[in-house]
């Protein structure tokens, strides 16, 4: 499971006919950034790679009887943790390049 570190948006997208709520999230999320490619040969320098913070989203959908996402921030960021979503790498900045 991958660690929520903010959630910096958590919008109702989308309430449809069967009266499902779609939600979209948006988070900083732990070690999804390569920020350094492993270093294989020569073997007497090898390192792993290493990966850092990145900004993420996902979606999740939620029935007439769930509990809707909670407004104070830490509640938030611990409901979407539990979640355990599949996060996808936002585009990067010109600064992560």
């Not at 996402?69 to 010109?94: F, G, V």
Request: aromatic content about 8%.
């Amino acid at each position: 499971m991958l660690e929520v570190l903010n959630v910096i948006e958590c919008t109702l997208d989308l309430i449809d006919n069967d009266g499902l709520s779609h939600y979209v999230v948006t988070a900083d999320i732990a070690d999804v950034r390569l920020v350094r490619s492993a270093v294989l040969y020569p073997t007497d320098i090898a390192e792993p790679a290493e990966y850092g913070a990145g900004q993420c989203s996902a979606t999740f959908t939620l029935d007439l009887t769930d509990e809707v996402p909670p407004q104070d921030d830490d509640a938030l960021r611990q409901y979407i943790q539990d979640w355990d979503l599949d996060w996808e790498l936002d585009e990067l900045d010109d600064f992560d390049l």
